[in-house]
């Protein structure tokens, strides 16, 4: 069995960034990354392990084009999600695409694993990449208490401060008019998934995210994102809803307004903005289920519990058109010579494991990728980079 050492690999990926940086890239020159940092160029000497098995994730293939691609990760807490999506932003970026990595997760942990203050809830660079990368970490618990004392404020426009820091003033608009401010006074379940929906309106609108060719999505473990991909269904059968009551009471009192002189084109004119709203939310659902710009990507570890709850996300992915390709399955005991009863039982339980993916009605149609686990905690760009390389190829 081939040992590999961290060290070497490191060395490799370097000489291979080299030859990159002197071929043309599409990648725009609005900021300079410094190829080698510091911590990279630290000689770690940690031993790895080698690939259990030869997988495929078909990087080629989600790496071609200059086309806006979303890939979104999610699964269980604690299988990998957070390790696995920042070693494909990373992936990204070293082969030219200017990537955004996005965590949607209350519990952020892009910052610990990029070994890097990644926090604020706005663009932060990520030091390392060949090409721009970037990170999101929408913070939801910060978002809801600004939100909280922001629509206590008069007249919604507190509301409106909070939704303009958010970037979001187009929004906040339409939310004013709604009076929505008031409703989340209390905030619902689901706001978080609502905030960060939000954020993906506004990838979708603004300039300013334009220049992302790879958008990377740390999900949050399944039940939050379920909760995301059906809100914007939710919203969307809310907002018609308004819209019909709307309808009905403009109508009603149409001819009361006219006899009183009333502004009636107050009433058309937020009408028309909660059909923009409407749109956009459409838009979002749309992106979802976009075959040919988004996928999602299941991460599982091999035990029965997280293959059992792999299959009901996929099902229910499935159930909603979210197209889903690929499987993960992380921390993959690697064969070993050594005659460790602990890992001879556990091999044994992974490898159960591993076959019930085989019978499993969702998940034996997924492109499987077998990513093994290595005996280093992985924190920092060049640790993103090996497991990178040994996951996605
Ligand atoms: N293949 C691997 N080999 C060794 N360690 C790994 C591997 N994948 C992940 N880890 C480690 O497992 C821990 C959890 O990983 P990570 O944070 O990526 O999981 P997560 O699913 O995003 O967790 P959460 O749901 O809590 O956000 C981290 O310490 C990470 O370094």
Known sequence: MAILTYHSQLLKSHALLSLFKNQPSFAPAFVSF??????????????????????????????????????????????????????????????????????????HSLSDSFAQDLTGGTLVPVEGPYSPLFALEINPEKAREEFRSASQKNGGSGVKDFMDGMGLGMLAEQLGELKLGELLDTPPPGLDEAIAISKVIQFLESEEYNVFTRIVFDTAPTGHTLRLLSLPDFLD?????????????????????????????RQEDASTKLERLRERMIKVRELFRDT????????????VMAISESSRLCSSLKKEDVPVKRLIVNQILPPSASDCKFCEMKRKDQKRALNMIQSDPELSSLTLIEAPLVDVEIRGVPALQFLGDKVWK
Do not use: W
């Not at 790895?48 to 807490?77: I, W």
């Not at 109508?251 to 084109?265: D, R, Y």
């Not at 988004?294 to 991460?299: A, K």
């Open 34 to 107: 410094p190829i080698l940092t510091k911590q990279s160029r630290k000689c770690l000497q940690v031993r790895s392990v080698a690939a259990p098995a030869e997988a495929t994730a078909g990087f080629d293939e989600m790496v071609s084009g200059t086309q806006r691609k979303y890939y979104m990760l999610g699964g269980k807490g604690g299988v990998g999600k957070t390790s696995c999506a920042a070693s494909l932003a990373v992936k990204f970026a070293n082969n030219g695409h200017p990537t955004l990595v996005v965590s949607t997760d209350p519990a």
């Open 237 to 265: 059968a809310s907002i018609g809803k308004i819209l019909k009551l709307r309808q009905k009471i403009a109508s009603a009192t149409s001819a009361i307004k006219s006899v009183f002189g009333q502004e009636e084109n």
């Open 292 to 303: 040919n710009s988004t996928e999602f990507v299941i991460v599982t570890i091999p035990t």
